[in-house]
Structure formats: C-alpha cells, structure tokens
C-alpha cells in the first residue's frame, strides 16, 4: 500500500467524526456495541460541502496519474465498460446529492427501479459515487502494472470482468441495492449498503423481498449500521486482502464475528484517495491475492 494511501486512511478515521458532526442537523453518537449512529438531517437541511476543498467533479484521475500508462490498455479497457454502460441499473432518475463524510465528491442520489420474474415492480433510493469507464480503466490498467509489470489483455480482462460481476462499475455510498442473488430466483432481494459495503441497518428487513416503505428507505441512507459484510466494491475485496497487501488497520477479518465496522471508514478511506491520485489501493489487493 503506498504511503499516501495509508495517511488517508489514518486521517479518515481521526477526521470521521468530526465531519459527520459538522454536518447540519445530523447528530453522531455510539450506540450499543460501540455501533455507530447517524440520524437523518432535519428536513429541508443538506450535509454542508464546504468542510474542505472539493475535488475536480469530473469522473476522471489527476492526469498525472495516467499520463505513463500505455494508452491502447487504455482505451481497450475503457471501451469494455462503455459497451456495458447498461450494467449500471441503478442509475436512473438520479440528481446531485450531499452525504456525510463525502463533502466534495460529485455524488448522485438516484430513484431506480427493478422487476421480478413475476412482473411486481419494487423501487428503491440509493446515493453512489461511480467512476466513468476512463477512470475504471486508469485504475485496472495501473493495478496491472503495479501487480503483474504489465497491462496485458489477460489482466486487464480479468479485473474489468471482475468489477462487472461484482458490481456493475457502480459505488453504492448509501442506500438500498436490489439483487437477485440468494437464490438467483427472479426475485430481487434488498441490501443496504454503506461506503461500498453491504451492511444491517436497523428497521430495514435485509434481503427483503417487498416493495420497501418510505421509512425503510430513509433508514437504509441515514439509520444505525448494526453490522457490516465481508465484500468492499467496485470489485470485492476482502478485509484479508487488505491486510496481505500492507493495510494497517484492524478491520478484523472475513468471520461474522469478527467484521469490525471499521471496515467501511478504511473502504470510504481509500475509495476517495483513488478517486483523487488514480490508484485504487484496494483493487490491488483483490489482485495481488487473485492473479
């Protein structure tokens, strides 16, 4: 894990709460278990963006961080995620948005909707932070280099297929993902999710299959996390994963006893440094254990 990475994520877990507090209307506290409360901020009221400087809003790395990447890596894996744009389901009917802890990111709270096998439509909310098909390929192509000395179509290809299984390319930041996964029935169940992991949150039924109420919604973006999954996206990396490839702190690990929610602030941690320098430490680490 390189040097800037790391102090990211060390600053990220003693400026975490601080920024949450900041934020109009939202009171953090410590539940039950050292969990971790945040209460939805009064009606009317927005997280504030100007606790710091803002990023550029294009979905794109600094161009010094692509600069000496090979550009035909590039533009092959770039056309690989342009051509399955549809992958991103969830982004429809979606408006710029404000969330705690991700002042400056050019965030999108999206209204989208699913169908099961049955023709029952169900709808959900959900805020992400999804990176363009140039930033995606910036990001697989240097995890390339950095993990096998080379961009070479297999590894590129291995990645890219990787984050679309696991994700679609999409990086849910609050909210509820509908997934037909547990069983592959034709039925979406629902997940919540929090900084790219999926989460428990109070009041909200996981893997749900009805349609959820407005306040299921409204706890899935702003209720208290009870407890959080194994899997960081766009491409699922374990908290072992992160350790192997030099991550410092305690997230735990993969057993149900052991999954610190400390996990979704390291996630949220590198999620930002990747979306500002062009390294995604944490796609490096699903690689270095899975190439």
């Known amino acids: 894990m390189s040097a800037h990475a790391k102090l990211r994520v060390a600053g990220a ?75 991103r389901y969830m982004e429809k009917n979606c408006e710029a948005t404000t969330y705690p802890g991700w002042e400056g990111y050019p965030l999108i709270r999206c209204r989208y909707e ?9 709808s959900a909310e959900v805020i992400m932070l999804n990176p363009s098909p140039q930033t995606l390929a910036a990001w697989i192509v240097d995890a390339c280099l950095v993990v096998s000395g080379g961009a070479e179509s297999g590894c590129t290809e291995r990645l890219s297929r990787r984050i679309l299984e696991q994700s679609g390319g999409q990086f849910p930041v609050a909210g509820i993902v509908f997934e037909d996964i547990l069983p592959a029935d034709g039925t979406y169940e629902m997940y919540c ?14 893997r749900g299959t009805h349609q959820p109420t407005d306040e299921e919604i409204r706890a899935s973006l702003f209720g208290q996390v009870l407890w959080s999954g194994a899997f960081a996206r766009l491409q699922g990396t374990t908290r072992e994963e992160y350790r192997e490839n030099g991550g410092a702190v305690d997230v735990g690990d993969s057993s149900r006893s052991n999954r610190k929610l400390v996990w979704l602030q390291v996630v949220r941690a590198q999620y930002q440094a990747a979306w500002e320098d062009g390294r995604n430490e944490l796609l490096i680490a699903w690689a270095r254990g899975n190439l």
């Open 193 to 206: 999710f929090r900084d790219g992991v999926t989460v428990g949150v109070e009041g909200v039924a996981h």
């Open 114 to 122: 699913v169908s099961d096998a049955d023709e029952r439509n169900k």
């Open 13 to 87: 877990l003693v400026l975490y709460g601080t920024a949450l507090q900041a934020c109009r209307g939202t009171e953090v506290r410590q539940g039950e278990a050292g969990r971790t409360e945040l209460s939805q901020p009064a009606s009317g009221m927005e997280a504030p963006s100007d606790s710091g400087p803002g990023v550029d809003t294009l979905s794109a790395p600094r161009p010094a961080a692509i600069e000496n990447l090979p550009p035909d890596a590039l533009q092959r894996v770039a056309a690989f995620f342009a051509a399955r744009a549809a992958a």
